[in-house]
């Protein structure tokens, strides 16, 4: 199990605590409430939600829309804008509409410095459109894919993974529940980034 600081240091005591314990089912209960509430993600810098031609500006223009894909809930996850920059690099970007109808957008500042999250085809050519692949009644939203153009002009449909921002200032979500948001980095196969 990966673990923060805050985590590693209040899991060693609820330990130490369990282990002087004969009621180990006491002390587990216990014990992790002490953890979920000792190590809030909350604490994470919160990276800043911007007008949407800022991060225009930075990440190329916006190619397409979707929603972040969710977990076993009710729901669509919060909404996630493709830019594509001058080299051809995708940006999965997570994006709000705010009360006045503005469009706002988050990138954490690191974003440029984090790892390719997939790489398209190297005939790719441009995004379509972009969908949640289907689950089921009731069982959240599947993985996240896009139908594109390749060279030819011939449709394709190609499911992407995303990432974890694990330094630096996050993005979080404007629909409960609120989490950190993940980011797409999506660039074409054969190119160096």
Not at 165 to 177: I, R
């Amino acid at each position: 199990m990966k673990l923060n600081h805050c985590m590693k240091d209040v899991w060693e005591r609820i330990r130490e605590w369990s282990a002087k314990r004969d009621h180990w089912l006491l002390s587990f209960v216990v014990a992790t409430s002490i953890l979920l509430a000792s190590c809030n993600s909350k604490d994470t810098p919160r990276a800043a939600y911007v007008p949407i031609t800022e991060l225009e500006q930075k990440y190329g223009r916006v190619v397409g829309v979707a929603n972040f894909p969710t977990p076993n809930q009710n729901g669509t996850g919060d909404r996630l804008g493709f830019f594509q920059d001058e080299t051809g690099t995708i940006w999965g970007i997570g994006i709000s509409v705010d009360d006045d109808g503005h469009l706002l957008g988050c990138a954490p500042p690191n974003l440029r410095e984090l790892p390719v999250t997939d790489t398209l085809p190297a005939d790719f050519s441009n995004i379509v459109g972009a969908a949640n692949e289907p689950t089921g009644w009731r069982g959240g939203t599947g993985k996240l894919g896009v139908l594109f153009r390749d060279a030819k002009g011939e449709l394709r449909w190609r499911a992407i993974a995303a990432g974890d921002v694990t330094s630096g200032p996050v993005c979080w979500s404007k629909s409960p529940p609120e989490q950190p948001l993940k980011y797409y980095r999506l660039v074409k196969a054969g190119t160096n980034k």
